[in-house]
């Protein structure tokens, strides 16, 4: 997608989770940002800290208010700007959420390091290739990036560009943070415009305090320029602390190769803007429930894309199996299977998996720990039942009374795959 086109529409939408012009609920919150927002490595879309905000909040029995997402890749605080002012009228929003993180003040003043340098440096070369046909490619890509940083210590940053870390260092100084002011107060212009409240809420991608560094300069310019700056790290730390996590990357990122924020950072922080809309802005919120009904079993995303999923009703689909196994996914299980994500954690009993040309399947399944409501990723295996109709019975399973996500790898007797799925809850 053009990250730079503001006349496109930026809206996350999917098959799963349609997305109207026209409010659905009676208050709606926007969520505008880049990679973080449009989720980046993410298999389960539910992890972003968007839709953990709307279950943060149904949780907490606000049920008349919708959070819906807009963002792209790569977009720097002034695209997103450009873009909002052709979604906010379209999309009427009762409060904007502005997702910051640290390579948002990119005016394009200062040039990133040039990986095209390396292109003409035989060593560099040779480890290249020597990774892509398999030869110690974990090996080799340690030593390309050695060699990255010697290239990068041998020439000058004017003619490389600046390493990432860097340059993330370099984009809050001289021309491009003054400009960056500018940008900002082009964002409180349209705050005023709009007339409708705006908090920017700084995203780190781990519960990092030397963050702080590449806060203070960007806290101090947005709060001068008159937007809501939520301060998250520091309870982030004392929260993760709390739970005694660990600093792994392995832990925060999305997954071992992909260092957008995973599910414990999207969630705490979540919980902060929940907090901060209670606080400061209950007029977007209205009455909170005090007894909420169980939340209506809904498969809202599926992997791979291109499953066509059809809603038979609430906690049955029906879909074609896929005949080839490219776009199917096969972490952490290893083996390739379609992957069902739900809307909301619900408590399931039981999972059935029924179709004439089916032989067996094998189900793992995924939720959240009652102990604090986080999702490790760490499916749970249900073994491989054989025939056209198999059941999973979940009721003794933990995890299943917040049942996230579900895998299923399939094996068939005959050429249709048609499967149909159905969650039951024998209680409310």
């Given at each position: 997608p053009d990250d730079t086109n503001p006349e496109r529409d930026w809206v996350w939408r999917s098959a799963g989770f349609p997305v109207s012009k026209?409010?659905?609920?009676?208050?709606?919150?926007?969520?505008?940002?880049?990679?973080?927002?449009?989720?980046?490595?993410?298999?389960?879309?539910?992890?972003?800290?968007?839709?953990?905000?709307?279950?943060?909040?149904?949780?907490?029995?606000?049920?008349?208010?919708?959070?819906?997402?807009?963002?792209?890749?790569?977009?720097?605080?002034?695209?997103?700007?450009?873009?909002?002012?052709?979604?906010?009228?379209?999309?009427?929003?009762?409060?904007?959420?502005?997702?910051?993180?640290?390579?948002?003040p990119d005016e394009d003043l200062v040039r990133q390091f040039d990986p095209a340098f390396l292109d003409d440096d035989a060593i560099a070369s040779g480890l290249q290739r020597l990774s892509a046909i398999g030869v110690f490619p974990n090996f080799c890509r340690q030593m390309l990036d050695l060699r990255r940083r010697k290239v990068q210590n041998v020439l000058t940053p004017e003619v490389t560009g600046y390493g990432y870390e860097d340059w993330e260092y370099q984009i809050l100084e001289g021309e491009n943070f003054a400009r960056y002011r500018e940008t900002l107060a082009e964002l409180a212009s349209l705050q005023s415009e709009s007339g409708k409240p705006f908090i920017m809420v700084p995203v780190p991608n781990s519960p990092d305090p030397n963050r702080e560094r590449k806060y203070a300069p960007v806290r101090k310019a947005v709060t001068e320029a008159g937007i809501p700056w939520l301060e998250t790290l520091p309870r982030l730390l004392r929260d993760t602390a709390a739970l005694g996590s660990t600093s792994s990357v392995l832990e925060w990122g999305v997954n071992p190769v992909n260092a957008h924020p995973g599910i414990m950072v999207t969630h705490l922080i979540a919980r902060q803007v929940a907090d901060a809309l209670e606080r400061d802005h209950p007029e977007v919120l209205d009455r909170k429930t005090q007894r909420s009904p169980p939340p209506v079993i809904q498969v809202n995303q599926w992997r791979p894309w291109n499953l066509a999923v059809q809603d038979n009703q609430p906690g049955e689909i029906t879909f074609a199996y896929p005949s080839e196994d490219s776009l199917m996914l096969r972490m952490p299980q290893g083996v390739p299977h379609v992957l069902l994500n739900l809307a909301m954690p619900v408590s399931v009993d039981?999972?059935?998996?029924?179709?004439?040309?089916?032989?067996?399947?094998?189900?793992?399944?995924?939720?959240?720990?009652?102990?604090?409501?986080?999702?490790?990723?760490?499916?749970?295996?249900?073994?491989?039942?054989?025939?056209?109709?198999?059941?999973?019975?979940?009721?003794?399973?933990?995890?299943?009374?917040?049942?996230?996500?579900?895998?299923?790898?399939?094996?068939?007797?005959?050429?249709?795959?048609?499967?149909?799925?159905?969650?039951?809850?024998?209680?409310?």
């Open positions: 026209v409010k659905t609920f009676p208050f709606r919150i926007l969520v505008m940002g880049d990679s973080f927002v449009w989720g980046d490595g993410y298999a389960n879309f539910n992890d972003t800290l968007w839709r953990q905000l709307q279950r943060e909040l149904a949780a907490r029995g606000y049920h008349k208010v919708e959070v819906i997402a807009a963002g792209k890749n790569g977009a720097s605080t002034q695209k997103q700007i450009q873009a909002a002012r052709r979604i906010l009228p379209d999309y009427a929003p009762d409060l904007v959420v502005w997702q910051y993180v640290t390579n948002d039981e999972v059935e998996v029924s179709g004439d040309g089916l032989a067996s399947a094998r189900l793992y399944f995924s939720g959240e720990d009652p102990a604090n409501l986080l999702d490790s990723h760490r499916p749970e295996d249900g073994g491989r039942k054989s025939g056209t109709r198999v059941t999973w019975q979940l009721n003794d399973a933990p995890r299943a009374h917040f049942l996230n996500s579900v895998a299923i790898a399939a094996e068939f007797a005959s050429a249709d795959r048609t499967l149909h799925v159905t969650f039951r809850r024998h209680s409310p």
